[in-house]
């Protein structure tokens, strides 16, 4: 099927963007789950690859800079301003072992999640900011990152302007194309509308949150890219014969929102993302 598009900044954005926080993580999908899954989301017209700096310690990124990052039809987008503790790069060189052990026992699992729950520190400051996009673009081999974002900015910090300032130099060098944000609630949310540099805006856009759709229709007015997650909040707490219908009715909420462009759809499963690419077909018809 041919998934609905919004130009933007000189892209064709899909409806559907797919969000890639556990490819590559040590309790996410394999290397080869992973790299079947970006195919497959390429193949189907995807043009809206969601990433960030600490997921998966850079092996997200590397993955897709190598996989779809050569395609200039693709908007690649990855956040900075997380760090990830120092244990956590140290199981980097054995990654695929904990991965397995975590697969075969369920205290290991627990671990894991647990481990994965904990927020990890956010850093703002210039000089950590500077240092992560160098690794940004060495991650992915391209020179100019199609969309960073700060990843989980406060509205202090948006309007503090100093992170701000190293996004909009990075831009002015030519080694970021689109600058946005990505935020966690409703006042960070707010804070974006004032500032012009700020093109895209990744927010948690739950069901039933008017202030969010509000604050969204605002955003659309001022020509920033409204980039909706968690649309199908709380599926998981759903007996598994209602998670369906309420994937369904609430993907079609949000890909028929003329206030969002894109909608990212986290999953580590190729049959998943199949699903929701029924969904869609379905509703178009």
Not at 9 to 17: D, E
Not at 86 to 104: C, H
Not at 131 to 139: D, V
Request: one cysteine or more.
């Amino acid at each position: 099927m041919m998934l609905p598009t919004k130009n933007f900044a000189g892209f064709k954005l899909t409806a559907i963007g797919l969000g890639c926080a556990r490819l590559g993580s040590f309790s996410g999908a394999t290397p080869s789950e992973a790299e079947t899954l970006i195919l497959r989301a390429r193949d189907a017209g995807v043009t809206f690859f969601d990433t960030a700096s600490s997921y998966g310690q850079g092996d997200s990124e590397r993955m897709l800079g190598r996989l779809v990052g050569g395609d200039d039809k693709i908007c690649l987008v990855t956040k900075v301003g997380k760090q990830v503790p120092v244990k956590a790069r140290l199981l980097q060189p054995v990654k695929g072992i904990v991965r397995n052990l975590t697969r075969n026992s369920a205290k290991m699992r627990s671990t894991v999640r647990q481990s994965r729950g904990a927020a990890l520190p956010v850093n703002f400051d210039p000089a950590f900011l500077t240092s992560e996009l160098a690794k940004c673009h060495r991650r992915t081999g391209l020179a100019t990152l199609p969309m960073v974002m700060l990843h989980s900015v406060d509205a202090a910090s948006v309007k503090a302007g100093a992170a701000m300032e190293v996004l909009e130099h990075a831009q002015t060098r030519g080694d970021i194309r689109v600058i946005g944000v990505s935020v966690d609630d409703l006042e960070a949310a707010e804070s974006t509308l004032a500032d012009s540099r700020i093109q895209a805006v990744q927010v948690p856009y739950l069901p039933g949150d008017a202030a969010m759709a509000d604050w969204a229709v605002r955003a659309n007015q001022a020509g920033k890219l409204v980039v909706a997650r968690e649309v199908f909040d709380g599926v998981a707490a759903l007996p598994a014969g209602d998670r369906s219908g309420h994937i369904e009715k609430n993907l079609l909420r949000s890909t028929s929102d003329a206030a969002v462009g894109v909608i990212l759809i986290g999953t580590t499963k190729t049959a998943h993302f199949d699903e929701i690419l029924g969904m869609l077909s379905v509703s178009a018809a």
